[in-house]
């Protein structure tokens, strides 16, 4: 007991010359930043995934001082497995910590992107923000015409009759496709379900349109109850902890951001065609929602 009144008389003694974060009795929120397509990365644009989120989060639960953890989520969606994983990341840390997670919304939190928002004990939102699109969707192009046009001969010998199913140089099957939207069932049951389980006597809406792929915006998801509260980051933090808190942005360290920035195997150059066509795609994924 003693021990601990001499530390805490030697921290208010330092404190003029501590950084504000460190001084007693100031209360700290750390703020984690997850931003971008789910798993759609290269190496100039990392993805976010558990592996780049998860040490973001695991800093920011330890800190003994938090008084909760703010997470930004500004995302159009993406995959859905690292989806899943990085909303049971955040959900297992808070449940280890005890600490409260409040989700911000910026843009848009569709998707993969809101089954994110979903693992937050609160999710506030801008009227503008879009949200929602509780859904499954497969993209892809179709090359047989092209192929074609330019006497392209393709060749293709695999094992098993499946393994080049739904391949974009082939014409499309009638079973590929009810195959693939089989999986497609699957999944956007696992949405839902996580949906109403995360937002249990919060939802007021229909399903057939709450889970119909539909996005809305931030005002328009505080009225079906897919979000709590309009509102941001600092001034919902400073009604809860007075105008001293100090909101601590958590970032990825720099061995981690220039490991993140090494090009793969082969160098820059033998990746430009997946730099263009994964930047293609995340592009798509945004301008869905007018971004």
Same mark, same amino acid.
């Given at each position: 007991m003693a021990d601990t009144s001499l530390r805490d008389d030697f921290a208010r003694w330092l404190s003029p010359v501590l950084p504000k974060h460190m001084r007693p009795g100031v209360p700290v929120v750390p703020v984690v930043r997850l931003t971008g397509a789910i798993g759609m990365g290269t190496p100039l644009k990392p993805a976010l995934t558990l592996a780049s989120a998860a040490p973001l989060l695991e800093k920011a639960f330890a800190i003994k001082?938090?008084?909760?953890?703010?997470?930004?989520?500004?995302?159009?969606?993406?995959?859905?497995?690292?989806?899943?994983?990085?909303?049971?990341?955040?959900?297992?840390?808070?449940?280890?910590?005890?600490?409260?997670?409040?989700?911000?919304?910026?843009?848009?939190a569709a998707s993969g992107g809101y089954m994110i928002a979903c693992a937050g004990d609160e999710i506030i939102a801008d009227p503008s923000s879009i949200v929602g699109s509780i859904?499954?969707?497969?993209?892809?192009?179709?090359?047989?015409?092209?192929i074609d046009k330019l006497g392209v001969e393709r060749r293709v010998h695999t094992s098993g009759q499946s393994k080049v199913i739904l391949d974009p140089?082939?014409?499309?099957?009638?079973?590929?496709?009810?195959?693939?939207?089989?999986?497609?069932?699957?999944?956007?049951?696992?949405?839902?379900?996580?949906?109403?389980?995360?937002?249990? #006597?919060?939802? &007021?809406? *229909?399903?057939?349109? !709450?889970?119909?792929? @539909?996005? +809305?915006?931030?005002?328009?998801?505080?009225?079906?109850?897919?979000?709590?509260?309009?509102?941001?980051?600092?001034?919902?933090?400073?009604?809860?902890?007075?105008?001293?808190?100090?909101?601590k942005l958590i970032g990825a360290s720099r061995g981690l951001m220039l490991r993140r920035m090494t090009p793969r195997d082969g160098g820059l150059?033998? #990746?430009?065609? &997946?730099? *263009?066509?994964?930047? !293609?795609?995340?592009? @798509?994924? +945004?301008?869905r929602f007018g971004l």
């Open positions: 001082r938090a008084k909760e953890v703010a997470i930004i989520v500004n995302s159009p969606g993406g995959a859905p497995v690292q989806s899943h994983l990085i909303h049971r990341r955040i959900r297992s840390l808070a449940q280890q910590h005890g600490r409260k997670v409040t989700v911000f919304v910026e843009d848009v859904g499954v969707v497969s993209a892809g192009f179709g090359f047989t015409g092209l140089f082939q014409p499309e099957k009638a079973e590929d496709v009810e195959r693939l939207k089989t999986i497609q069932k699957d999944v956007h049951e696992d949405f839902i379900a996580l949906v109403k389980e995360r937002r249990s #006597g919060a939802l &007021d809406g *229909v399903d057939g349109l !709450l889970f119909s792929g @539909a996005f +809305w915006t931030g005002r328009q998801g505080l009225d079906l109850g897919i979000v709590d509260r309009l509102g941001e980051l600092r001034t919902v933090m400073r009604e809860r902890y007075g105008d001293d808190v100090v909101l150059g033998a #990746g430009l065609a &997946d730099e *263009v066509l994964t930047s !293609l795609e995340a592009r @798509a994924l +945004w301008s």
